[in-house]
């Protein structure tokens, strides 16, 4: 309140650069018409011109009044009747769609399949459910003798990535349905691992990990105790975005681990992201810093502790439908917008498991990668504090040549997070890449990978047909 009166006294300008002004104006901007557009409110494309002059005037009043309007607004018109989507049989599936408020387990044994769920503990002692799929639905007899797949998730996310989706469309009940042992990785910190031998959730010290540890320690732990309850030799490995750079940052820290993977498929690789265009994130990028401090000291040191779903739930009604449209504009905003592809009733049991917690700084290790070329360890902020973490005033950098297992990546010619110029420059720079693919859809994004409702015709079905070339005598991809 200080401040609003604050500000409407002085309307003074912002001291921020002209650049960073302009570019948060087309940020909201962008928002704001997206926002309309999923929610069928049109003057929302006009308040956010005034948003955006306000900012480009340096009005500190006009941004905190128009803004504030434009929420409001928004919310207060869709919470006097239900809202109604694009078309009708697009709310009909939202509302009526049985997953919603399902996990993972009841997901996947609501629709015939086996679930086991495995604690695996890692060397600094956190607790790691690793979820199981053993065979298909016609039966242990159905599996026969193939190497496991272990899918792993990226950023804000968990298993549930891959069982979103009815048993024809999502990745994993495909696989377990084509015979093959299919494991999922719940990364440390996420919805699913939340353990740990003498830490709980609630200390600070829980949280102070980035993905750097989850491939150094999570990885390796979760291979090993795969293989040592399969039996087999190797296993096949499928990440999407981050799942990718673990596996890649394991096998720097223990080579031995290349030959426990048969093969590693890579769906939106992100381990050059200075070429992003997703413009919500590069904006936050220069800022990474000031963002650690704050997000550390509001948090604790944990970053989305709950689903959009569960968020909603408090303030809003219809919490499902509002948390689908977020879904929606996060799609856009952070990885690309395909609206051909959005799976509208799938869109709520996705809201239901993202974002899933993860640290802040995992959050600001993926920020750094906006600014910064080179693929490499945590940037602790300063030489002093580099120099005693690593002995060098910058960090180490991860050497991909040393990822020699055979590599079959994805990509989207739409995703603005990891951008078709950077998976070719990690193509290049990864010595043993034996499949190379543009995903056969122009708009295809970064998050089209797990959501979009045709990836098991454009993705999946290539993908099983490779593992099943691995998996003969042979072992060669075209």
């Known amino acids: 309140m200080k401040f609003e009166r604050y500000t409407q006294r002085n309307r003074i300008k912002m001291g921020l650069p002209e650049g960073l002004i302009s570019s948060l104006g087309n940020l909201l901007s962008s928002l704001a018409e ?12 006009m308040k956010s011109t005034t948003v955006q002059k306000a900012l480009l005037q340096g009005s500190c009043n006009g941004i905190v009044m128009e803004a504030s309007t434009c929420a409001s607004s928004s919310i207060n018109n869709n919470t006097k009747k239900k809202p109604k989507a694009a078309e009708e049989n697009q709310t009909n599936s939202i509302y009526k769609n049985p997953d919603i408020g399902l996990c993972v387990s009841e997901l996947i044994q609501k629709y015939g399949f086996p679930f086991e769920s495995h604690e695996v503990v890692t060397k600094d002692k956190y607790i790691l459910n690793l979820f199981r799929i053993p065979h298909g639905r016609q039966g242990p007899h159905s599996r026969g003798d193939k190497p496991p797949v272990l899918l792993a998730h990226g950023l804000l996310n968990s298993a549930g990535a ?4 009815e048993p024809d469309k999502a990745l994993a009940y495909m696989l377990a349905d084509r015979g093959y042992d299919t494991w999922m990785l719940n990364s440390r910190g996420c919805t699913y691992s939340k353990g740990h031998e003498t830490l709980s959730a609630q200390d600070k010290e829980f949280w102070d990990f980035s993905f750097h540890e989850m491939g150094t320690m999570d990885v390796p732990a979760v291979i090993d105790h795969i293989l040592a309850t399969t039996g087999h030799p190797n ?21 031995n681990l290349v030959g426990k993977v048969k093969l590693l498929v890579c769906f939106a690789p992100a381990v050059y992201l200075y070429m992003t265009t997703a413009r919500l994130l590069s904006l936050n990028a220069p800022f990474f810093k000031l963002q650690k401090a704050i997000l550390d000291y509001f948090t604790g040191g944990e970053l989305m ?7 909603f739930k408090k303030f809003l009604p219809y919490p499902e439908y509002f948390a689908a449209k977020v879904v929606t504009m996060s799609m856009y905003l952070m990885g690309g917008y395909n609206p051909d592809q959005i799976h509208w009733p799938g869109l709520p049991v996705v809201a239901g498991h993202t974002p899933s917690s993860s640290s802040v700084r995992t959050y600001i290790h993926c920020l750094q990668y906006f600014i910064n070329s080179e693929f490499q360890q945590y940037d602790y902020g300063s030489a002093d504090a580099n120099l005693q973490a690593y002995g060098q005033p910058t960090p180490l950098k991860y050497d991909l040549t040393k990822v020699t297992c055979p590599t079959v990546i994805f990509y989207g010619e739409n995703d603005l997070l990891c951008r078709p110029q950077a998976v070719e420059q990690l193509s290049k720079e990864l010595p043993n890449v034996v499949g190379y693919h543009r995903v056969d859809c122009d708009k295809f994004s970064h998050t089209d990978f797990l959501y979009a409702k045709d990836a098991d015709t454009l993705v999946y079905n290539k993908l099983i047909y490779m593992l099943e070339e691995w998996t003969r005598p042979e072992n060669s991809v075209s």
């Open 305 to 311: 502790s709950k689903p959009f779903v569960q968020q």
């Open 235 to 255: 296993l096949y490995y499928v990440g999407h975005s981050l799942g990718n750079t673990k596996l890649m940052i394991a096998i720097n820290e223990d080579e």
């Open 34 to 45: 997206l926002v309309g557009a999923v929610t069928g409110d049109r003057k929302m494309v």
């Open 162 to 165: 891959w069982v979103i989706h």
